[in-house]
């Protein structure tokens, strides 16, 4: 799922799909649903905050992400650009 704002600015992606990668141009195969979290680890951008709800999030500035996941492996992976 792509969404825009109402002015057509893209603001978020949400992938559940495991037949598309995100980071591809850091890693080999970028990271994908059905990974394991811990991928995340190897950008060097930061560490994983785990938060409440069992989600994991990882900041870049003003993006976010969200990452859910089942015993450490990808389920979703949700990028939010603030607007």
Known sequence: MLRFSENGYFNAFVL????FAIYASFLKGGI???DPVSKFQQLGFGSLTLNP???YSFDIGDFWFDIEHNNGIITMLLFTIPV
């Open 16 to 19: 559940e799909d495991n037949r």
């Open 32 to 34: 994908k649903v059905g």
């Open 53 to 55: 709800d069992g989600r």
